[in-house]
């Protein structure tokens, strides 16, 4: 059975680092589609960054150049690095994997098939 656990969130002031993770079990990470999500109180989950498994990588405009994304497929893990935060980055992230899509080089859609629970990600001072 195929899940997903996310881990790192926490407080942070403006300006600082945290890095998430995102355990896989279940299935050979390297064979999907690994993506980051987002969902601030009373706005829609929006896509951060996603890694196609033939190497295609998205950011969203936001965070280009801030959040880096990468896995670890000995450890079944995937991270999102995330610098200089701002506190419009605070939100519930997600991790979400699918067998199919592809990411795209224009926008991120929800349309993934496994979900992980969440972690909050705080930016304040």
């Known amino acids: 059975q195929l899940q997903l656990a996310e881990s790192g969130g926490g407080l942070v002031q403006p300006g600082g680092s945290l890095r998430l993770s995102c355990a896989a079990s279940?299935?050979?990470?390297?064979?999907?589609?690994i993506a980051w999500f987002r969902q601030a109180p009373g706005k829609e989950r929006e896509g951060v960054s996603c890694?196609?498994?033939?190497?295609?990588?998205y950011y969203a405009d936001s965070v280009k150049g801030r959040f880096t994304i990468s896995a670890d497929n000995a450890k079944k893990t995937v991270y999102l690095q995330m610098n200089s935060l701002k506190p419009e980055d605070t939100a519930v992230y997600y991790c979400?994997?699918?067998?199919?899509?592809?990411?795209?080089?224009?926008?991120?859609?929800?349309?993934?098939?496994?979900w992980g629970q969440g972690t909050q990600v705080t930016v304040s001072s």
């Open positions: 279940g299935f050979f990470l390297r064979t999907y589609t």
């Open positions: 979400a994997a699918d067998l199919h899509y592809i990411c795209s080089a224009y926008k991120l859609l929800p349309d993934f098939g496994s």
């Open positions: 890694s196609s498994r033939n190497g295609r990588i």
